[in-house]
């Protein structure tokens, strides 16, 4: 087969209505590498940058409850800085750049899942998602199916 590895995908295809985000910016832990408490966090296999993640919601309003609230992965050699949020709103509009898309089955449920990687993220540039201005930063997700 001539796909090897992660597939690329427009922000358009995975968020059609556009993300918020609903949580800080986390280094990941390596839970396989962390042993006798020293912890030791996650590095991207391809590139060797660190991974951070944040919680975002998806604005999909046919999505499942299970599913508007996902892990967006980050990788990137320093902590990544949201987009400005927007005044008056709880939540910050936010639209990810270069994403790819990597199938998997879920160890717990064997079930079909994807982890969604990109690398950068900013401010929605149109109002069709929410209407706020650009800032940068880099980013990935993991959703179940």
């Given amino acids: ?19 918020y985000l609903v949580g800080e910016v986390e280094q990941v832990k390596d839970f396989t590498a962390s042993t006798g408490g020293r912890t030791v966090f996650a590095k991207d296999k391809t590139t060797g940058e660190l991974v951070w993640q944040v919680a975002v919601m998806d604005a999909d309003p046919a999505a499942k409850l299970a599913q508007k609230t996902v892990a967006v992965k980050i990788i990137s050699p320093v902590q990544p800085v949201p987009p400005t949020s927007t005044p008056g709103l709880p939540i910050t509009p936010v639209e990810f750049e270069g994403m790819t898309v990597t199938p998997y089955v879920h160890q717990t449920t ?30 990935g997700k993991e959703v179940a199916a």
């Fill in 110 to 139: 064997g079930r079909l899942a994807y982890s969604l990687r990109a690398r950068g993220m900013h401010a929605p540039r149109s109002s069709a998602t929410s209407g706020t201005s650009a800032a940068s930063a880099k980013a």
């Fill in 1 to 19: 087969m001539a796909i090897a590895g992660p597939i690329p995908i427009a922000f358009e295809h995975v968020f059609p209505h556009g993300c």
